[in-house]
């Protein structure tokens, strides 16, 4: 009998598929259990930002300007301009 081998001469997985299995079955659970993966948009649809007024001033959103640059995000009020 070597390494790998159970008693009656069968190959036993290597780790990494012991790893792999045990992963995929903590999958299984966590789905039962949790469900999928909640993904949202990667940004605001325009309908999303154009519902209700601004927090800030009040007015409608529509009337509003969003700029983005790199990863930050700025908004202009119409009286800001």
Same mark, same amino acid.
């Given at each position: 009998?070597? !390494? +790998?081998? +159970? ?5 036993? %997985?290597?780790? =990494? ?5 045990? !992963? ?10 949790? +469900? %999928? !993966?909640?993904?949202?948009? %990667? ?9 209700? %007024? ?7 959103? !529509? ?7 790199? +990863? =930050? ?9």
């Amino acid at each position: 009998m070597t !390494a +790998g081998e +159970g008693a009656g001469g069968e190959r036993r %997985p290597g780790l =990494a598929e012991r790893v792999r299995r045990w !992963a995929a079955g903590l999958d299984r659970a966590g789905f039962g259990v949790f +469900g %999928p !993966a909640q993904v949202s948009p %990667p940004e605001p649809t325009p309908q999303d930002r154009r519902l209700g %007024p601004c927090q800030i001033c009040g007015k409608d959103m !529509a009337d509003h300007r969003l700029e983005r640059t790199g +990863g =930050a995000a700025r908004m202009y009020c119409p009286g800001d301009e």
